[in-house]
């Protein structure tokens, strides 16, 4: 095969979304922030919305989101992009708006603005990267860090009785009326990654029908904050952190006819 017929448009297997900017990520290598990234540009090119995409991100290693995929987006305070979206959503109801947060901003400083619009059913979509630290701000224990987990904060391990137990905050969100679609993934495969990607579609499309809150945790890997390598990162996540978090739908409430 020569090469003019290699790169014929047809013989394409892969190619970089159109969405996703040709930058230089600031992501540690193994992060599964930038799988994440990819599978929403794909999915917003796909679905043809990116016209109408707001994407609000708040502090923490999403917080240059912006930088990556190119949609429109809002900078919110630490755990409050909820309620920023809450309100993005209400002025701008044909508009397709969804959060993308982590373990610390979510279920931290943030566990009342999540609870309460998803309590609201408000239409959003919720992507929650779960790898159970604070990675941005030095590796310092989360509400979701495991049992005997050694972090900055916890250096011989989160202890019951000293920092609590580990918060699992997606079952109580499928709890609540206003949630339509609450669902645990990962992306340390390629078949996990194709399987997160129609749960995102699946909540992309919930929030343009105005079914209510989807909720999407992705349970990821933090190699960095875990002084392990990306490989061994897996293997740590799914030994530990599916037993914990274990992947599938929570909540699917299907569409009346």
């Keep these: 095969m020569t090469r003019e017929e290699i790169i014929r448009p047809e013989n394409k297997v892969y190619g970089r979304p159109e969405l996703l900017m040709p930058v230089h990520t600031h992501y540690?290598?193994?992060?599964?922030?930038?799988?994440?990234h990819k599978i929403i540009a794909e999915l917003l090119q796909e679905m043809n919305v990116a016209d109408k995409a707001v994407g609000v991100a708040p502090v923490g290693c999403a917080v240059?989101?912006?930088?990556?995929?190119d949609i429109d987006w809002i900078e919110a305070a630490h755990g409050r992009a909820p309620a920023v979206a809450t309100a993005a959503s209400r002025l701008n109801p044909d508009a397709?708006?969804?959060?993308?947060?982590?373990?610390?901003?979510?279920?931290?400083?943030?566990?009342?603005?999540?609870?309460h619009a998803a309590n609201r059913g408000e239409n959003i979509v919720i992507i929650f990267i779960n790898n159970a630290i604070y990675g941005m701000t030095g590796g310092q224990m989360a509400p979701t860090t495991l049992l005997g987990m050694k972090t900055a904060t916890t250096p011989y391990g989160r202890r019951a009785d000293l920092n609590g137990y580990p918060l699992a905050i997606?079952?109580?969100?499928?709890?609540?009326?206003?949630?339509?679609?609450?669902?645990r993934q990962a992306v340390h495969?390629?078949?996990?990654?194709?399987?997160?990607?129609?749960?995102?579609?699946?909540?992309?499309?919930?929030a343009m029908a105005k079914r209510g809150t989807s909720v999407v945790?992705?349970?990821?890997?933090?190699n960095s904050g875990w002084k392990l390598t990306p490989a061994?990162?897996?293997?740590?996540?799914?030994?530990?952190?599916?037993?914990?978090y274990p992947l599938g739908d929570l909540k699917n409430v299907e569409p009346q006819q």
């Design 232 to 244: 061994q990162s897996n293997d740590w996540m799914v030994e530990n952190m599916f037993p914990k």
């Design 170 to 183: 997606s079952p109580i969100l499928a709890s609540l009326d206003g949630t339509c679609y609450v669902t």
């Design 96 to 115: 397709l708006v969804f959060t993308y947060q982590g373990d610390g901003d979510l279920s931290a400083i943030g566990t009342a603005e999540t609870i």
């Design 217 to 222: 945790e992705i349970v990821a890997t933090c």
């Design 189 to 206: 495969t390629p078949a996990a990654v194709r399987k997160a990607k129609a749960a995102i579609k699946k909540a992309f499309q919930n």
């Design 28 to 36: 540690c290598p193994g992060c599964s922030h930038g799988v994440v």
């Design 64 to 69: 240059f989101a912006y930088n990556y995929i």
